[in-house]
């Protein structure tokens, strides 16, 4: 079934898509977000993309980056973020949200995957996948692969884009050392998954901080999830919701920013690479529960959902 779709990343400051711009997957091009809240540049690398803009980069330098390669990394959200108000680093949160509910399309072992995830992804992270709007979210400071202090990017071979090492400039290194949090990447994470210590912590208003969240274990080419000793097949259980990623102040539940992935039929997408008018995204949440095996039954059942930004190329870029 994977076969009949085709992946678009959007983002922007709200949930709502239409008021998104298209990533250029891959480039090094950043998108820009500017709100009364939060100052966003944006990256998404992913690793084989096939998906839209079209003629979009298969790959990115940022894959050859050492430790990604050694990783066998299959994506990236990266971006530097400037809050406007300080954010308490136990309020801040990223992961993903629904506006429906999944509970009746969890499949068998989703408990077991969910600890696999915990253990290897994100041991902070935390929510309620049977709410009617259903969530995971982590603290940031403890759920970021990467976080830089001052936002300083890594110099490295290759047009990459946003590429952050562990750290910070010298006034970030400075802050993290002031408030004894530890130098390494995964010693920072631990520090972090204590909720006292993230209470003694905060992103602060005009600081810049450099992110970036990735892992070897999510395959957008085959829409699957490979953890060590489970693979579970997304598209088998996929109800037609995009896959979003968000960054949020949960204390007073302003969304920051979000990343959208969402997959469109490729016969509602023209030579051009743009949406057709019309066209909504991903497949009905009433038809996928009726357990459609093939796209075109999926096509046939299609109900209303939000319509989706078209791709029109750089011009959506700011």
């Not at 990343?9 to 709100?35: C, F, L, M, Q, R």
């Not at 204590?194 to 080419?221: H, I, M, Q, V």
Request: hydrophobic share 35%; glycine share 8%; aromatic share 12%.
């Amino acid at each position: 079934m994977a076969h009949n779709y085709i992946l678009q990343v959007t983002t922007g400051s709200e949930y709502d898509i239409k008021k998104h711009h298209i990533v250029p997957v891959n480039s090094h091009k950043a998108v820009s977000i500017d709100t009364e809240h939060i100052s966003v540049d944006v990256n998404v690398r992913i690793q084989n993309y096939r998906g839209l803009p079209k003629n979009s980069p298969s790959t990115s330098p940022y894959f050859s980056i050492p430790s990604h390669a050694k990783n066998g990394d299959q994506y990236s959200i990266a971006f530097r973020f400037t809050p406007k108000t300080t954010i308490n680093a136990n309020d801040l949160v990223f992961g993903n949200d629904f506006d429906h509910p999944i509970r009746d399309r969890l499949p068998p072992g989703f408990s077991t995957a969910f600890k696999i995830v915990k253990w290897v992804v994100d041991p902070g992270l935390d929510g309620d996948v049977y709410a009617d709007q259903p969530y995971l979210y982590g603290p940031a400071a403890s759920s970021m692969n990467i976080l830089n202090v001052g936002a300083e990017e890594a110099e490295v071979e290759g047009n990459a884009g946003l590429v952050f090492e562990e750290g910070g400039d010298e006034k970030g290194l400075e802050a993290r050392k002031d408030n004894n949090i530890p130098a390494s990447e995964s010693a920072r994470k631990k520090h972090f998954l204590n909720e006292e210590k993230r209470k003694d912590w905060s992103f602060e208003a005009g600081t810049s901080y450099g992110c970036d969240f990735y892992n070897p274990y999510l395959d957008f080419n085959d829409f699957a999830l490979r953890l060590p000793g489970f693979t579970l097949p997304i598209m088998k259980y996929w109800d037609g919701q995009g896959l979003r990623y968000v960054l949020k102040n949960r204390k007073t539940n302003t969304v920051l920013f979000v990343v959208l992935f969402t997959l469109y039929l490729k016969e509602d997408v023209d030579e051009h690479g743009n949406v057709k008018e019309g066209v909504e995204g991903g497949v009905p949440f009433k038809g996928i529960a009726k357990g459609f095996e093939d796209a075109e039954d999926a096509k046939d059942e299609k109900v209303d959902a939000q319509k989706p930004v078209q791709a029109t190329g750089d011009d959506d870029v700011d």
